[in-house]
T-cell receptor, first 116, second 115 residues
Framework: DSGVTQTPKHLITATGQRVTLRCSPR?????VYWYQQSLDQGLQFLIQ???????AKGNILERFSAQQFPDLHSELNLSSLELGDSALYFC???????????????FGPGTRLTVT | AQSVTQPDIHITVSEGASLELRCNYS??????LFWYVQSPGQGLQLLLK??????LVQGIKGFEAEFKRSQSSFNLRKPSVHWSDAAEYFC?????????????FGTGTRLQVTL
């Protein structure tokens, strides 16, 4: 158990709908990352937040957005869903980062999204 | 931009045999390197990491990896594989950009262990 929790574990929804995935980082971790794992794209970085502020953006679609709240949990919002958005969405957290520092990331169990 | 190549998509080894999973990276500076393991239906578990210093790093579950700068490689090894090691293994490179720190993953190597 990494200490990172994600809910829900599974989500089935229809095209065009909007869903919210939730992540709680490890106790004390200020950085939260979202990744998407799909068969055709592999594991891809989406976005990083640090203590409530966006720090880095990867291959995140405009239909997707995220935020990190004062209690440090994070939500990933996916809207206007398409079949191709079906994937496993992982959240990870890491310890407080310093300027030009790096810490290992610990991953949650993921949310499997199926768009029908 | 950084990238990771895992040339072996699928590897099969017998239980008790040694294992080496290959990983090559591309990054302009000293990389931060990681190996993660993903069991079916599970999340990613960190096996080991290399930040600096000793180029041979030890991880959990009896795994080790060696950083070779001249070959841009970070291969994962285990002297004797157990059936429970069957899983997918991902190599990743981390590159801080200012205060951001994303991971770039390889495509993974699926390990099958025969009894």
């Amino acid at each position: 158990d990494s200490g990172v929790t994600q809910t829900p574990k599974h989500l089935i929804t229809a095209t065009g709908q909007r869903v919210t995935l939730r992540c709680s980082p490890r106790s004390g971790d200020l950085s939260v990352y979202w990744y998407q794992q799909s068969l055709d794209q592999g594991l891809q970085f989406l976005i990083q937040y640090y203590n409530g502020e966006e720090r880095a953006k990867g291959n995140i679609l405009e239909r997707f957005s995220a935020q990190q709240f004062p209690d440090l949990h994070s939500e990933l919002n996916l809207s206007s869903l398409e079949l191709g958005d079906s994937a496993l969405y992982f959240c990870a957290s890491s310890a407080r980062d310093r300027d030009r520092g790096f810490y290992e990331q610990y991953f949650g169990p993921g949310t499997r999204l199926t768009v029908t | 931009a950084q990238s990771v190549t895992q040339p072996d998509i699928h590897i099969t080894v017998s239980e008790g045999a040694s294992l080496e999973l290959r990983c090559n990276y591309s990054y302009g500076a000293t990389p931060y390197l990681f190996w993660y393991v993903q069991s079916p239906g599970q999340g990613l578990q960190l096996l080991l990491k290399y930040f600096s210093g000793d180029t041979l790093v030890q991880g959990i579950k009896g795994f080790e990896a060696e950083f070779k700068r001249s070959q841009s490689s970070f291969n994962l090894r285990k002297p004797s594989v157990h059936w429970s090691d069957a899983a997918e293994y991902f190599c990743a490179v981390g590159a801080p950009t200012g205060t951001a720190s994303k991971l770039t993953f390889g495509t993974g190597t699926r390990l099958q262990v025969t009894l």
